[in-house]
């Protein structure tokens, strides 16, 4: 890091309100994190972890938030999920439709990219199986583009979201999923790093072709398997 934790710069952001376009935010936080992808090597301890925390990453029992600093206000009654691109059946999910679906509920750990980890998250939702079963991906379909109300994008490999613990969750520890945290509804694929998982989500393109999303074209790996340390480059 750069002097500042994170949270202090989120404070220090989320200060500046709501609504304001994603550029304006390009600033010495997003430069900073750029510089460190570009400097980053593998950390000392590389597979020297074993069990269930990756390597170079540490326990905190608190649940930090990273973001751009826009933290969108959302209605539920405005909410609308749409689900496009190389699908059978494309979809525009309201919030009774969303909520109308399969509830699934999963444990998982989150390993940010920022060397934390969080264990035993309780989270609800709607499973990526059920939503891809519901849009019926097409045989060339293999990445999904996911686009959030902050101008945030990420991508990801169709078969991440596909794996038994992804989901799009409303609820974490049992309770409606809060703003900061990306409420009222994001991903959480646990087996990749957190930046991974989109907050605030509006559009998941499902793509035969993989595109690059906001921190992937600012140095962090495209895959971002914390198991592999894949953090930049
Ligand atoms: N829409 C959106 N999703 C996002 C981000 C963001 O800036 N905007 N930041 C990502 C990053 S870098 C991390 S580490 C996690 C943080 O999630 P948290 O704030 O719930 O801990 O959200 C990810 N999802
Ligand atoms: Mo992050």
Redesign the pocket.
């Given at each position: 890091m750069t002097g500042r934790s994170d949270a202090e710069w989120e404070k220090r952001l989320s200060g500046q309100g709501d609504g304001t376009h994603l550029s304006r935010f390009k600033t010495a936080r997003i430069e900073a994190k750029e510089r460190k992808a570009a400097e980053a090597g593998p950390s000392p301890d590389r597979g020297a972890s074993e069990g269930r925390l990756p390597p170079g990453q540490h326990r905190t029992e608190d649940?930090?938030?990273?973001?751009?600093g826009v933290r969108p206000l959302i209605d539920v009654r405005d909410w609308q999920l749409s689900i496009k691109g190389r699908v059978e059946r494309p979809v525009d999910l309201s919030w009774d439709d969303f909520r109308a679906l399969d509830q699934s509920a999963i444990t998982s750990d989150i390993h940010?990219?920022?060397d934390w980890s969080r264990y035993d998250n309780q989270w609800r939702g709607v499973s990526g199986v059920t939503l891809m079963n519901l849009v019926r991906p097409l045989k060339e379909a293999a990445y999904l583009i996911i686009h959030?109300?902050?101008g945030?994008t990420?991508n990801l490999p169709l078969q991440g979201f596909l794996e038994p613990h992804s989901l799009v969750a409303t609820h974490w520890n049992g309770r409606p999923l809060a703003r900061?945290?990306?409420g009222p509804v994001?991903v959480v694929v646990p087996s990749l790093y957190?930046?991974k998982?989109?907050?605030?989500i509006k559009h998941i393109l499902v793509s035969d072709r993989d595109v690059k999303g906001?921190?992937e074209t600012r140095g962090y790996h495209n895959d971002g398997d914390p198991w592999k340390e894949q953090r930049y480059g």
């Open positions: 649940f930090p938030v990273l973001d751009l940010c990219v920022t959030c109300h902050d945030y990420t900061e945290h990306g994001r957190f930046w998982s989109a907050k605030w906001f921190w």
